[in-house]
């Protein structure tokens, strides 16, 4: 495996990477309160976190997602990545080592796998759908190797452009699968430890993991042919990191000069989006739209939207009804 790949900046990538330093510049700019700050920092970690386990098939979805305390394994490895994101955002130091990716995956596979924090040593395999294998990986003895050839390239200067350098550390950490299980998930964790320590990130986290959930076929293919076309996988990240930094600034663009309605949580914001569209709503119209998520925690929500001044309650109990107020609607 040569380390790194054969691959060349081409103007495509230049005009993308452009596009993205651009928006970077943009956003560095902008007065957005603390409070608005955080909701968007916490909804982002909150969609990167799932959707790099639902890429991974984990089946959980916005409403299966609260603040309570995570139950059953399917949650627990969305909450795990949650942590392990915060844990790469608080490293002060900048040199990333073998001792950082066991640890990323000692936390990503807490209380699930018997074997986190520890580098595979059994031969492994990836399979299809079908159970046919289509990528065995190097050896258990060349593992160590390639890791350190690896972070060589992470800590060199040789290629100037972060994104590039994180996307072509993410192909080659998956072609390496150092790990039984979680190469996946730590792979793309991966990716916000390099930006983070080359200085090179936004005020808040890009989850351009919902791009790649939702083009999966595609991001699997890139995965499997991007050693030989390098090129054409790194068009496919830069383009999925491009998108979902274009759906941050068309929420910002679409709220302005609106009451802080942005970056409500997102069963709030589809409620809220309900609301506008059917002009008034009872709640069991809500209840029957949502019909997994308890009745009290939509209540909770409405109240919620209610004390902001979103939206205005006419009636009580089982003969009430949801209507949008007047000063944010559209």
Excluded: C
């Amino acid at each position: 495996m040569k380390i790194p790949p054969a691959y060349t900046i081409t103007p495509e990538m230049i005009d993308i990477i452009t596009k993205i330093e651009a928006h970077k510049i943009h956003f560095s700019t902008l007065e957005i309160p603390g409070n608005i700050k955080d909701r968007i920092q916490r909804v982002s970690l909150l969609k990167s976190s799932l959707y790099s386990a639902r890429i991974e098939g984990n089946p959980l979805n916005f409403d299966d997602i609260s603040s309570e305390k995570p139950k059953g394994e399917n949650k627990i490895e969305i909450f795990n990545i949650i942590e392990a994101s915060k844990f790469i955002e608080s490293r002060k130091t900048k040199k990333i080592t073998k001792d950082i990716l066991l640890k990323i995956h000692k936390i990503i596979l807490k209380n699930v796998d018997s074997e986190a924090g520890f580098f595979r040593k059994e031969q492994s395999a990836i399979f299809n759908q079908a159970g046919v294998a289509v990528y065995m990986p190097p050896s258990i003895f060349e593992v160590p190797k390639l890791l350190d050839e690896l972070l060589t390239y992470i800590e060199s200067d040789n290629e100037k452009f972060p994104l590039i350098k994180a996307f072509v550390s993410h192909l080659l950490f998956e072609k390496i699968h150092p790990f039984l299980d979680g190469n996946g998930r730590v792979g793309r964790l991966l990716i916000s430890l390099i930006l983070k320590a080359k200085g090179w990130n936004f005020n808040f986290g890009v989850p351009y993991e919902e791009y790649l959930d939702e083009n999966k076929v595609e991001y699997y293919f890139h995965l499997d042919q991007g050693l030989t076309k390098t090129n054409d996988y790194l068009v496919f990240m830069l383009n999925a990191y491009l998108f979902e930094i274009e759906k941050i600034k068309k929420l910002i663009e679409d709220e302005t000069g609106k009451k802080e309605t942005l970056f409500l949580p997102p069963r709030q914001e589809e409620i809220l989006n309900i609301i506008k569209d059917h002009k008034i709503v009872s709640f069991d119209t809500i209840k029957r739209r949502f019909l997994k998520v308890p009745q009290r925690t939509l209540r909770y929500d409405l109240k919620k939207l209610t004390d902001k001044g979103f939206v205005e309650k006419t009636g009580e109990t089982k003969g009430s009804y949801y209507r949008i107020k007047q000063m944010v609607n559209d």
